[in-house]
């Protein structure tokens, strides 16, 4: 095998999107120091999940992790896609998790994607798997990603501790390059849509949800329509517990999310904790007029995407062809700073980032790196 140069990081902060930039940008990287001062050092179980699953995507990549899991490298290979492919995204993060970085690897592979993932599909850490249905595949087709062959299917929902979800992810591949967007009038919120889910737990649960959050919404608009989807028997996955997904439309075609679920927490590793010991679940009354509350502050902030979508947006425009691409954000979210650094250390791709004091909203400019999908089949 040949030498490489890898690209030497340090820390566990953003090891996902790394890994992604890494990939899509053919960088070899050496990540150390991965949480050596924690009392549990080196690489966490959702972490080594990811790169297994980037195995299981990849062609030829190879990943060395030390004694420790402290110190990684890490040299891509080439994205193959595939259909009919399985991945156990295990407890310690949610399917979300894995979702954001799939969809984009998805896009320059070189056969479409079809993967199953098992997991947890609902939790208040990572974006559901509604709001990824709902307002994240709608941002791909802004960048000229087609419509055929992209969906997602929930086949049954699993929250923490113990998981049981399953979904069904098709991507469609690029015929060459995303599309550059001038993507900056986010519009008027015409309508709200979500869904509730209750697995193991009263389906009345999602009704109090519903009525709560809809006395919110109804003061300021007539048209919102928030679905059910209770769950029973292997569907209901392993655990009990319940949440929402809300998602505002806008006239300019934008979708804003907001999400949460509400279910017992992780078990400690000492062993389970007794059922007087579990501490009370939030109210489902409390948990629909809280996401309401957090849908309406999105709104507020304006924007074309969600604080939960920047770091993908910034992504996608990025890797569109040497053109220049503009998006308006509300205020910087923390990951999608982290986010624009990585860009720059990876595709070496500047965004002009520009305040506008008139609406508190932020514009973003850039020339992307101009990738091509060069391993696709050509027919």
């Not at 402290?70 to 295990?90: A, E, F, N």
């Not at 550059?180 to 649960?205: L, P």
């Not at 300019?252 to 590793?269: L, N």
Request: net charge neutral; with cysteine; hydrophobic share 35%.
């Amino acid at each position: 095998m040949g030498k490489f140069t890898y690209m030497r990081v340090k820390g566990s902060q953003n090891i996902r999107l790394r890994l992604l930039l890494s990939t899509i940008s053919t960088t070899p990287v050496l990540i150390e120091d991965i949480r050596t001062d924690s009392t549990w050092p080196g690489l966490r179980p959702h972490e080594v999940s990811f790169l297994r699953l980037l195995e299981k995507i990849s062609d030829d990549c190879v990943v060395e992790i030390n004694e420790t899991g402290t110190k990684l490298k890490y040299k891509p290979g080439i994205i193959m896609g595939g259909r009919h492919l399985v991945h156990d995204c295990g407890t310690s993060r949610s399917i979300g998790y894995f979702l954001e970085p799939l969809i984009v690897l998805g896009l320059f592979g070189k056969k479409p994607l079809s993967i199953r993932l098992r997991g947890i599909t609902n939790d208040s850490k990572d974006p559901s798997v509604d709001t990824f249905r709902a307002a994240t595949l709608p941002i791909l087709k802004q960048f000229g990603v087609p419509s055929d062959g992209l969906q997602m299917k929930i086949e049954s929902r699993g929250v923490l501790p113990h998981g049981g979800g399953e979904i069904i992810l098709s991507i469609p591949i690029i015929q060459e390059n995303l599309k550059a967007v001038n993507w900056i009038d986010e519009g008027m919120v015409k309508r709200i849509r979500g869904v509730t889910f209750s697995t193991r737990v009263s389906s009345q649960f999602e009704n109090t949800m519903i009525h709560a959050a809809r006395g919110i919404f109804n003061r300021l608009l007539p048209d919102v329509h928030i679905y059910t989807d209770h769950k029973a028997g292997d569907q209901a996955g392993k655990s009990p517990g319940y949440g929402i997904s809300l998602f505002a439309e806008t006239t300019s075609g934008c979708y804003i999310s907001s999400d949460t679920a509400v279910s017992y927490a992780r078990m400690e590793e000492e062993g389970e904790m007794d059922e007087e010991e579990k501490k009370e679940l939030s109210p489902p009354e409390e948990v629909g007029e809280q996401i309401a509350a957090a849908l309406l502050g999105e709104i507020e902030q304006g924007g074309v995407v969600d604080s939960s979508h920047q770091g993908l947006l910034f992504i996608l425009c990025a890797l569109c062809p040497q053109d220049v691409s503009k998006v308006r954000v509300g205020k910087l979210s923390p990951y999608g700073i982290q986010v624009l650094r990585n860009i720059r250390d990876f595709l070496g791709v500047k965004f002009v980032i520009k305040p506008d004091p008139s609406t508190g909203t932020v514009i973003l400019k850039c020339v992307g790196c101009g990738l091509k999908n060069l391993s696709r089949k050509i027919s």
